[in-house]
């Protein structure tokens, strides 16, 4: 497992749009998934979580599994493994003094140990990458 924090100075509510409505504007060039650095990356309450480029390309990043504003989100995370071996992704947006601790918890989920494993250095370095993209935006 994986979990890694940060804290914004904002409160739950806005930390939530943030990182669901407003991702395509801070998420690393590096970490996206079409060859377009402006593409708009959506994680929606419908259950899609996806990133679509200007020209239409859309890549499936995962489905959304809990979508409760303010509180948390629970994803099954595509990235490194394709959908046959999702990882778990959890965010909780949790109010602290001075702001909203965002902390993300990256586990197993249906990928299995080995799969897992194998990816989860490059899933901790992403994270730290997410995870000051988006305290840099605030």
């Known amino acids: ?3 890694k924090s940060v804290v914004l100075p904002c409160s739950p509510e806005r930390a939530f749009s943030l990182f669901t409505e407003e991702a395509g504007q801070w998420w690393p060039a590096e970490r996206r998934h079409t060859d ?3 593409s708009s990356i959506r994680i929606e309450a419908s259950g899609r979580f996806f990133e679509r ?3 239409g390309t859309e890549v499936e990043l995962g489905v959304v599994r809990r979508f409760e ?3 948390r989100l629970t994803l099954d995370w595509f990235p490194g493994t394709g959908p046959d071996d999702a990882t778990q992704v959890e965010i909780r947006f949790e109010a602290v003094a001075g702001g909203t601790c965002v902390t993300v918890i990256h ?3 249906a990928a299995g140990r080995e799969v ?3 990816n989860a250095s490059a899933y901790a370095r992403s994270w730290d990458a ?4 988006l305290a840099a935006q605030v």
């Open 1 to 3: 497992m994986i979990s």
């Open 36 to 38: 377009d650095e402006s």
């Open 130 to 133: 997410v995870l000051a993209a």
């Open 107 to 109: 586990d197993i989920g």
């Open 69 to 71: 504003p303010a509180s």
């Open 53 to 55: 480029a200007r020209d």
């Open 116 to 118: 897992f494993g194998r």
